[in-house]
């Protein structure tokens, strides 16, 4: 899909197409919500399965969010929108009733007041702001700055007023209209509700209201009903206009349920766990995930305890985890019965890491155990990255390594031994500005190195009283991949640099007299050469000698 420019006046408009996948007459415009990015929505997986022709347009004058509406209360980017839908529509032969408007919250309200304004009969919206002034005002500053000027002093009235005025100024009643809401939504009340009746006039309004307990806020509205709405589309793309009516969804938690829906005969034993993010970070780990026991309802903090457990030959640490909200858990989780898991989210404590220094060498197994005052589970943690990480402090190496069955940690000297089959260059080096940079060349028989991942580096600065390590980059320098006699392994690769080739701070290295040594690190094996040595004068001065060994 290429991104495109669409120019009028003084408007600009960035856009991207999709075509049609089957013979299917129809094109749907996608109108975006607010998004960090300003970018396009629904143009991934969801998108895929409705195989007509497709038009994103961007959202983004000045930097900001407008709406698809005004620019400093100029409305000319409405025009801009409605002549690129024309355009896209010539250019592929259709005509308006083979075109629906599509938006969610933001770009819901502007496919509502799009498609009014260019008589458009086919809309479908899921949690749109109706009353667009209060909106922006009360939530969005910084978009309603961009979309009104400052002498505009009725300007908020205007936004409210946009698609109320619209609908009360239509003639042409025959569209088709859908509205996604929930009254878990806290915008449905104010944005939502008390527009509802102004579209009765339309011939086919049609409006889905979920009332669950798996839909709280108002990001959750449109992943609850994807299905239908994708359903909806799928047959408004083939010319088929289904009526729905005024539909609920979805079973209300009664209020007295204490966060477990009546009737629920689901697991009371294990424990379920997901670990999104384990990250090394010197000598801490940060993981982020989700953990709960089936059955035990988590609405607020200290119902459960959560633990990271390492476990090596010899010993057993136990790291107590802090709980954090999940607003995705109990959608993903849902199974029979509902069960509020709100609180089944998991990070460090503030988020400051877990202390690994305290840890004797050696190899740790990682699992997490829930505890309630009746059950104690615990399963080993499993992530979804496959690459391995590896961090240094203070002398000591740390390996992350991941698999399908379970997570392990390592951590040794970062000290290694002198392999008898090596080849170390350095190629360049200096110190300056409180600067220490080093580059060259350290590859290990046996160890090949296809690409710049296939092995870490590090320097390690070592005195009489401390010693000191530095990750650097593996550069993707490529050398001469046959240097050992196996003709079949290749190290073109095994480049070692200081990480963009702009040196490590000595700012916070004590002052003494350092050797400096290069470690390479593939797993558990680590491989150290001494490549000259470093004298460091208040972490501002430094002077050496490096040389290829």
């Given at each position: 899909m290429n991104i495109r420019k669409f120019s009028f006046e003084n408007i600009e408009l960035e856009y991207k197409t999709?075509?049609?996948?089957?013979?299917?007459?129809?094109?749907?415009?996608?109108?975006?919500?607010?998004?960090?990015?300003?970018?396009?929505?629904?143009?991934?997986?969801?998108?895929?399965?409705i195989h007509c022709n497709w038009l994103w347009i961007r959202d983004e004058i000045d930097g900001e969010h407008s709406y698809y509406l005004c620019h400093k209360s100029d409305a000319a980017v409405q025009i801009a929108v409605l002549m690129l839908v024309e355009s896209e529509l010539n250019r592929l032969g259709l005509t308006k009733e083979q075109?629906?408007?599509?938006?969610?919250?933001?770009?819901?309200?502007?496919?509502?007041?799009?498609?009014?304004?260019?008589?458009?009969?086919?809309?479908?919206?899921?949690?749109?702001?109706?009353?667009?002034?209060?909106?922006?005002?009360?939530?969005?500053?910084?978009?309603?700055?961009?979309?009104?000027?400052?002498?505009?002093?009725?300007?908020?009235?205007?936004?409210?007023?946009?698609?109320?005025?619209?609908?009360?100024?239509?003639?042409?009643?025959?569209?088709?209209?859908?509205?996604?809401?929930?009254?878990?939504?806290?915008?449905?009340?104010?944005?939502?509700?008390?527009?509802?009746?102004?579209?009765?006039?339309?011939?086919?309004?049609?409006?889905?209201?979920?009332?669950?307990?798996?839909?709280?806020?108002?990001?959750?509205?449109?992943?609850?009903?994807?299905?239908?709405?994708?359903?909806?589309?799928?047959?408004?793309v083939l010319g088929i206009r289904p009526r729905l009516g005024n539909v609920k969804n979805g079973i209300p938690l009664s209020p007295n349920a204490d966060g477990v829906e009546a009737g629920y005969a689901g697991p009371v034993t294990g424990i379920e766990a997901a670990t999104h993010e384990l990250t090394l970070n010197e000598d801490k780990l940060y993981p982020v995930g989700i953990l709960f026991l089936p059955g035990v309802p988590l609405t607020g903090y200290n119902q459960i305890s959560k633990e990271l457990i390492l476990t090596s030959a010899n010993l057993k640490k136990v790291y107590r985890l802090a709980e954090t909200q999940d607003k995705w858990v109990n959608q993903r989780y849902f199974a029979h019965k509902f069960v509020d898991y709100r609180f089944a989210g998991f990070a460090s404590r503030k988020n400051a890491g877990l202390n690994l220094s305290e840890l004797a060498d050696g190899f740790y197994s990682l699992s997490l155990r829930g505890r309630s005052r009746e059950r104690i589970e615990s399963i080993p943690v499993v992530t979804s990255s496959i690459d391995q990480q590896t961090s240094s402090s203070n002398g000591s190496l740390y390996v992350l390594q991941p698999g399908s069955k379970g997570t392990t940690l390592l951590k040794r000297s970062i000290i290694g031994e002198s392999h008898s089959m090596h080849v170390l260059t350095v190629e360049d080096s200096w110190v300056k500005s409180g600067l220490f940079h080093v580059e060259g060349r350290f590859a290990v028989q046996g160890i090949e190195a296809q690409t710049w991942k296939d092995l870490d580096y590090f320097l390690v600065l070592k005195s009489s009283s401390r010693t000191l390590s530095f990750?650097?980059?593996?550069?993707?320098?490529?050398?001469?991949?046959?240097?050992?006699?196996?003709?079949?392994?290749?190290?073109?690769?095994?480049?070692?640099?200081?990480?963009?080739?702009?040196?490590?701070?000595?700012?916070?290295?004590?002052?003494?007299?350092?050797?400096?040594?290069?470690?390479?690190?593939?797993?558990?094996s680590v491989f150290t050469e001494r490549i000259g040595q470093l004298d460091v004068l208040n972490g501002r001065r430094a002077t050496g000698v490096f040389r290829s060994i």
């Open positions: 999709r075509p049609a996948r089957k013979d299917i007459e129809h094109l749907i415009v996608m109108f975006s919500g607010i998004r960090p990015d300003k970018g396009y929505e629904f143009d991934g997986q969801a998108s895929n399965s075109c629906t408007f599509v938006g969610f919250s933001k770009g819901g309200a502007a496919a509502i007041a799009l498609a009014l304004k260019g008589d458009y009969p086919n809309i479908v919206a899921t949690v749109p702001q109706i009353a667009i002034g209060d909106y922006v005002r009360d939530t969005r500053p910084a978009i309603m700055k961009n979309m009104l000027s400052e002498s505009d002093t009725e300007g908020v009235s205007n936004l409210n007023n946009i698609i109320p005025t619209l609908v009360e100024n239509d003639r042409n009643t025959n569209k088709n209209i859908y509205i996604w809401s929930s009254v878990g939504d806290k915008e449905f009340a104010t944005q939502v509700e008390p527009f509802l009746p102004i579209f009765e006039k339309y011939s086919n309004f049609n409006t889905v209201i979920t009332d669950s307990p798996l839909v709280t806020t108002h990001n959750e509205v449109t992943k609850y009903n994807l299905s239908n709405l994708v359903a909806v589309l799928n047959l408004l990750k650097i980059g593996a550069a993707s320098m490529k050398m001469n991949k046959h240097i050992f006699a196996n003709r079949y392994a290749t190290y073109k690769s095994a480049y070692f640099a200081t990480p963009g080739f702009k040196g490590v701070p000595l700012a916070g290295v004590p002052t003494d007299t350092y050797e400096a040594n290069i470690s390479l690190v593939k797993g558990p």
